[in-house]
């Protein structure tokens, strides 16, 4: 899926009709690290249908949250230029309590859990109205106080 507004808008569209269903399983926060940092930074949540995995909604959704991911953060993702470590946090929460669940969770990875290569295969035949994506939104102090990110152990 590319990274373009018509894109942005349907998936966002897609989101929203998809998490006002009300099953909160169904909703995911997803965050990128640049192998060469160890920060994740969150950059938005997916929804899904029952019928799809988390991973697969992540990868068939994968060059638009990328690309959106380099527009939020350009100072800490856009260098690198991927290929990112992909995680996922597996709880329903709106985008201030984002950073707060992972960075409060004694897990290894802070909450948060890795997307690996062999859980995505086959995403690419997903249709993409069973999934949908809604980017995070934060302001210049949020960014500069380090918000949504959590150190990596």
Known sequence: MKYNPPNLKRQERTFDALSSIGDS??????????PADDSAYF??????????????AI??????????AWSLRPK????SRGPFIVY???DNHDDKDATDDASNDNN???GLTQVMEEDVQG???IDR????FKGAMYNDAECEANGFRVEME
């Open 88 to 90: 996922y946090t597996n």
């Open 43 to 56: 950059v938005g949540c997916i929804s899904r249908i029952s019928d799809v995995t988390i991973a697969h």
């Open 76 to 79: 800490e993702l856009h260098p």
């Open 123 to 125: 995403a690419i035949t």
């Open 25 to 34: 399983n169904l909703i995911a926060g997803v965050w990128l690290q640049s």
């Open 59 to 68: 990868e068939r959704q994968y060059p638009l949250i990328e690309r959106y």
């Open 129 to 132: 109205v069973c999934v949908g």
């Open 108 to 110: 290894n990875n802070n």
